[in-house]
């Protein structure tokens, strides 16, 4: 991240945390723009048998995730792509469990941990 982004990133973020309304509101609508094609990225590295179906709700939560992430930002500790990802990923992960495979996050965890070794004790 060259200095200048990381100047910004640090302004953006004092002004998200000022206090006042009208330049938070400016803050997050900057970051969020300078942000879209990291959630693009995401969705295209990580969900791509979604994508064609769900790529407009996919990228609608992730920009969620933006948000749900910026309170806890500090561009001191990292980069915002390091520290939003994590968001990013989980609001998506929770909507593919929730809305496209119809179940909970902690059972479609628990069923993809468990298939590869479902698949070795049929073969037995």
């Not at 990291?38 to 790529?55: D, G, L, P, S, T």
């Not at 806890?72 to 915002?80: E, M, V």
């Not at 909507?95 to 070794?117: D, G, M, R």
Request: glycine fraction near 4%; charged fraction near 25%.
């Amino acid at each position: 991240m060259c200095q200048d982004a990381k100047d910004r990133i640090r302004e953006q973020m004092e002004r998200y945390h000022s206090g006042d309304p009208a330049k938070k509101a400016e803050a997050v609508e900057e970051i969020v723009k300078e942000h879209r094609k990291f959630v693009k990225h995401v969705i295209n590295q990580h969900y791509k048998i979604y994508k064609r179906a769900w790529y407009d709700d996919m990228f609608s939560v992730g920009i969620i995730g933006i948000l749900e992430a910026l309170p806890t930002y500090d561009p001191d500790k990292g980069t915002p792509t390091t520290h939003f990802f994590q968001y990013i990923n989980h609001e998506i992960y929770e909507f593919i469990a929730k809305f496209v495979n119809k179940t909970t996050t902690q059972y479609l965890f628990t069923q993809t941990a468990t298939e590869p070794f479902l698949k070795i004790t049929l073969l037995y």
